[in-house]
């Protein structure tokens, strides 16, 4: 019944965290969650009473595709003034959300097998974004940064684009202005555009600097695609108002494809997001960034004293800590996915695994809750963790293995690895890297590993680590 692009669609994992922990809520269960990505300040008035006015007004009906002019001129000053960004009103395009923003640049940007360069750790959907239009992504293993050497040695022929997301979802990483020049000129150079996802442009701190790839030079302006919205800056996620900025052909192509989808974006929420963006409440929104700071702050701190957590980057920007929690391991907890699940159904705390971020060793970690509630959930993470103290730790080990090549290779490798060594777990399988991890009380024996993969028909290679 399904096509083939629909088939190998996963829900979002953040998603339907953050829905599971607020349904845990609604049913009762004192659960504090640290999925979120909205942070718990209120809209603030001034968008309010634009959309409460918008109603009044009777601006109810169908707007231009691409948003009302005004909003657009609007957007169009703040990347200006605020990002050092230049663009005009006919390069802006409103959107229902900066996911939508996302989806319909990939959308016009990507012919089959078009690559699109990112880094990992990534953003749950950037990856099923670029698939959905028909496009594969290329995946850096950055930890944390790509660098413009890496980038350059992953150009291919069908190489469309370059990705880029400063700050960081999920890692809180801030590039610097010689970092993104070094980025952008890679991609110009090979005739690339770049999709740079602002979204959290306002949000850094300890004196990080925020630089828009747009406010580089023109020749980089005129390849790069801006991707922002009120969702962060100004709480109004459940307003769903984003936009895209970039050249003209691109941004006409994605009103006509919007055109043909959703139509525009709600009108009350236009007039909400320009009543914010024309008397900006700059006092408060300087406020919340402080808070966000100090609660930064109480979450880093209070994990950095946590036995087998590790922080994996200081994030300065956005609103998320990415940990390590690999140390923690035990039988039982062979995965951060397990860590995860555990730490929510014993200790009522909900954190994202990193599998979908590309870190399967890590978890997400949202500071957006009050300070009294960060503090509460390190109390009961401290706490579970301190449970599991006296239960020996396993021992992660991966393997190399040579000439595995689908998933039939993996089931039966795994089956003997099974039958050879029955009290370890093999936690993971991937065929065409040539890698298995398994996970065991006390160090195993290479040589009885090798035997299993050697009967299974592959040829064992040593161990990775």
């Known amino acids: 019944m399904l096509s083939h692009r629909a088939a190998r669609l996963a829900p979002s994992t953040t998603a339907a965290l953050d829905a599971q922990a607020k349904q845990l809520a609604e049913d009762g269960v004192d659960v504090i969650n640290l999925t979120g990505g909205e942070v718990d300040f209120p809209t603030p008035s001034e968008a309010c009473e634009g959309g409460v006015g918008a109603i009044r007004r009777g601006f109810t009906r169908y707007t231009p595709v691409a948003g009302v002019t005004p909003l657009r001129q609007a957007v169009a000053a703040r990347l200006s003034h605020a990002w050092n960004a230049p663009y005009t009103s006919e390069e802006i395009i409103i959107t229902s959300g900066a996911k939508q923003a996302l989806a319909n640049t990939f959308a016009v940007l990507l012919d089959p097998g078009d690559e699109v360069i990112l880094q990992s750790p990534y953003w749950v959907s950037f990856p099923p974004m670029i698939e959905l239009a028909g496009g594969t992504p290329v995946v850096i293993d950055a930890r944390f940064k790509m660098t413009a050497d890496a980038v350059r040695a992953r150009i291919t022929p069908r ?43 306002d949000l850094v701190y300890d004196g990080a600097e925020f630089t828009s790839v747009a406010s580089l030079g023109e020749d980089i302006r005129a390849r790069t695609v801006t991707i922002g919205g009120l969702s962060k800056t100004f709480a109004m996620t459940g307003w769903r108002v984003g936009f895209a900025a970039g050249p003209r052909p691109l941004i006409s192509a994605m009103s006509a494809l919007q055109g043909h989808t959703t139509s525009a974006a709600s009108s009350i929420s236009q007039h909400a997001a320009l009543a914010v963006l024309r008397d900006e409440p700059v006092a408060e929104l300087v406020r919340r960034r402080s808070a966000l700071a100090e609660r930064r702050d109480i979450l880093c701190e209070g994990l950095s004293g946590l036995p087998g957590i590790d922080i994996a980057v200081e994030p300065h920007g956005a609103f998320f800590v990415f940990a390590d929690v690999s140390g923690t391991y035990r039988p039982g907890i062979s995965s951060a996915a397990d860590f995860a699940e555990r730490l929510l159904r014993e200790a009522q705390v909900a954190v994202v695994p990193g599998a979908d971020f590309g870190c399967p060793d890590h978890v997400r970690m949202s500071f957006v809750a009050a300070p009294e509630l960060l503090r509460r959930a390190l109390a009961r993470i401290r706490d579970f963790l301190n449970d ?44 065409k890297a040539g890698r298995v991890q398994i996970s065991s009380a006390s160090p195993l024996s290479p040589e009885v590993v090798q035997a299993a993969v050697e009967e299974s028909g592959y040829t064992y290679a040593g161990v990775l680590s």
């Open 159 to 201: 190489t469309k684009a370059l990705l880029i997301n400063s700050p960081s979802n999920p890692t809180g990483v801030v590039y610097d202005r010689a970092e993104l020049t070094g980025l952008a000129k890679v991609a110009v150079e090979a005739g690339l555009i770049i999709v740079s996802d602002e979204i959290y442009g």
């Open 388 to 431: 599991r103290r006296d239960t020996p730790m396993s021992v992660v080990t991966t393997y190399s293995v040579e000439g595995m090549t689908c998933g039939g290779c993996a089931k039966r490798v795994r089956s003997a690895l099974g039958t050879a060594i029955p009290e370890a777990e093999v936690l993971e399988i991937d065929p």
